[in-house]
């Protein structure tokens, strides 16, 4: 059965954003919000929790995983970034975009597209997954939370706790996040190119 955290969605309690870094750290999967929808994330390195992922998701390896970053030195850690992808990726974080770059040799290899060797990296404008971020302080490997053969993601906590009561270890809720996911851009050939748009704007890739 999963843990529920109440969680303030402007002011997050420390001692249950605590508990939860805690749980993460000990190998737990949990669902979390985010700035666009709700995720499943765990710690990088969690074999057994990226395999649960996959499950619950019926996902193949092709699927680009993302890897949730604090900030953006986090972020450079994990993916190569020139001059100007690194001006345009900073103008526009945090916010609602995942960015498709060339990952580093920090990156697990089951966790990078098998051939492009790319890897999603996000940094949310978002009060509690900035302060789980802060207290875990490395990223979280998540996957939005949509299911098989649903059309938009679920955005209510309970109902989350309902659904997957006994496939995660944890269910963060702070409210309704909407069903809008990430505006995608690829910048793995060096130039923007839009590969899904969504909740962030993109006039400014166009």
């Given at each position: ?21 805690d ?36 996902l ?39 960015f ?28 509690v ?40 270890d ?25 590969v ?5 704007d ?5």
């Amino acid at each position: 059965m999963a843990r529920y955290y109440d969680v303030h969605p402007e002011n997050p309690q420390a001692r249950l954003i605590s508990a939860i870094a805690d749980g993460i750290r000990d190998s737990a999967l949990v669902a979390y919000p985010t700035d666009s929808c709700y995720a499943l994330g765990c710690r990088l390195g969690n074999r057994a929790g990226v395999d649960r992922i996959r499950q619950i998701r019926q996902l193949d390896d092709r699927h680009h995983f993302t890897l949730v970053c604090q900030d953006f030195s986090q972020l450079g850690k994990f993916v190569q970034i020139d001059n100007d992808v690194f001006r345009a990726i900073k103008a526009a974080t945090p916010g609602s975009y995942t960015f498709i770059l060339p990952a580093t040799r920090e990156v697990p290899r089951q966790l990078q597209h098998p051939k492009k060797k790319t890897v999603g990296v996000r940094i949310p404008d978002h009060v509690v997954t900035q302060a789980l971020l802060t207290e875990l302080g490395e990223p979280l490997l998540s996957s939005t939370l949509l299911l098989p053969g649903q059309e938009d993601p679920l955005t209510q906590g309970w109902e989350i706790k309902e659904e997957l009561d006994h496939v995660v270890d944890a269910v963060v809720d702070s409210g309704d996040c909407g069903t809008v996911p990430t505006t995608v851009i690829d910048f793995s050939g060096g130039e923007a190119e839009i590969v899904r748009r969504g909740a962030g704007d993109t006039e400014r890739f166009e």
